[in-house]
């Protein structure tokens, strides 16, 4: 469902700011998998998040979602496969997770 291969980040690259933020990432989740990304601050998770979510160009690597590459899509078939298989949820607080559990 998820594919990702040999992915790398990195931001303001060529500059005195440049940060190598992901290297080299192999990763591939099926339908109906669940998955914890865990690092410590900095490690790059975010990032990831972001990539996957079709919300950040990686600077290496490709990306598939359904077996589509989605570094060839243009910023509009983008934003269509962002609203129609692609879903966030940010910052549920405990209480509300085990209800909803
Ligand atoms: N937009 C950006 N521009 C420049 N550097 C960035 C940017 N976003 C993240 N970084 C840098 O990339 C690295 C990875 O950051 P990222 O936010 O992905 O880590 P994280 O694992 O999500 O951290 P945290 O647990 O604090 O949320 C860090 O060194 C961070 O400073
Ligand atoms: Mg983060």
């Not at 099926?30 to 601050?41: H, N, Q, R, T, V």
């Not at 990686?58 to 879903?87: M, N, Q, W, Y």
């Amino acid at each position: 469902m998820i594919e990702i291969r040999g992915m790398g980040k990195i931001y303001n690259a060529g500059t005195e700011a440049e940060v190598v933020a992901l290297r080299d990432v192999d990763l591939r989740v099926d339908a109906g998998e669940f998955l914890a990304i865990m690092g410590p601050s900095g490690s790059g998770k975010s990032t990831l998040m972001n990539m996957i979510g079709c919300l950040d160009r990686p600077t290496t690597g490709t990306c598939f979602c359904d077996g589509e590459d989605v570094s060839r899509l243009d910023a509009e078939e983008l934003a269509d496969l962002r609203l129609h298989k692609i879903g966030f949820v940010l910052g549920l607080p405990p209480a509300a997770a085990a209800e909803r559990a």
